[in-house]
């Protein structure tokens, strides 16, 4: 039975320990506090133990303001494991006003902790996969809309790419045997947040909100920073290399298939209670 151990059990890396646990891998993880019959990440011989039998390691922590915790606390043992994966962002990209980027564009986004992660796992020969707005079950354009808290912001020539998290998942378990490297995992449709917005009320029967202004929607500053850089991410590469492709090519299609597992809570929602001004 082939072993992984991923740093961080969190949303996209809980979907890649489900897959891989249906086919048959042993998986163990870590989180802050050991919850949920992880490893607690400071358990160090918890780890030791872990990373001794695993076949593959992935690394979904991201880096904090004194650097990659991973790399800090394991990296003399992490980087003598068969295979690494780490889940890296497309903001090492920053902004490219609109224009498709790819994995040959060079790192230099704002987030220069996120970029030396980034350099750091790939020099030690990982799979990283750069990724850009996550959404699935749960966390979705349906769920903000449904809750009253989605925003569609007057920014008419924004653009984002965003991938559905088991298309993270796949991604992941196709980098299995594909070779170092960075591969961006996105979908094939970048586009405007406000469409996303207006398509998830429409599946749910409601009206959009409103266009507002970042100061009228009373942004936080870190859903500022969200409207800070704008890209297309192209994926041509992972399916070169990985032959992975996207089960949910575009914002349509994953929405609708969360729309068919959709939580009672957004089945539910009534134009009267969904205050979309919010």
Avoid at 129 to 141: M, T
Avoid at 233 to 249: D, E, S, T
Avoid at 269 to 276: E, V
């Amino acid at each position: 039975m082939p072993s992984m151990l991923i740093f961080g059990m969190g949303y996209s890396a809980g979907r890649v320990a489900e897959r891989l646990r249906a086919e048959g891998w042993d998986v163990a993880g870590t989180s802050r506090s050991g919850r949920d019959s992880t490893i607690a990440f400071d358990d160090d011989a918890g780890v030791a133990a872990a990373l001794a039998r695993a076949d593959a390691v992935l690394v979904s922590i991201p880096p904090d303001a004194a650097g990659d915790p991973v790399l800090t606390r394991y990296g003399d043992v992490v980087r003598d494991a068969r295979w690494i994966g780490y889940l890296s962002s497309t903001g090492v990209y920053g902004d490219t006003g609109g224009a498709w980027v790819d994995e040959s564009a060079p790192v230099g986004g704002r987030r220069s902790v996120r970029n030396d992660a980034d350099r750091a796992w790939l020099a030690l020969g990982a799979r990283v996969f750069r990724l850009p707005g996550i959404y699935g079950p749960g966390r979705s354009a349906l769920d903000r809309v449904a809750e009253g808290k989605a925003h569609r912001i007057d920014l008419p020539d924004q653009v984002f790419s965003r991938v559905h998290v088991d298309d993270i998942a796949r991604g992941v378990i196709a980098g299995l045997d594909g070779p170092p490297g960075a591969y961006n995992l996105a979908d094939d449709a970048p586009c405007g947040q406000n469409a996303v917005i207006e398509f998830a009320s429409t599946l749910l029967g409601l009206a959009p909100p409103p266009l507002q202004t970042m100061d009228e929607a009373g942004l936080s500053p870190m859903a500022r920073s969200f409207y800070a850089e704008n890209r297309r991410v192209a994926n041509g590469k992972a399916k070169r290399l990985l032959g992975w492709q996207p089960a949910y090519p575009d914002y349509r299609a994953g929405l609708r298939a969360l729309k068919a597992i959709t939580s009672p809570s957004i089945a539910s929602a009534d134009p009267a209670t969904a205050n979309p001004d919010q």
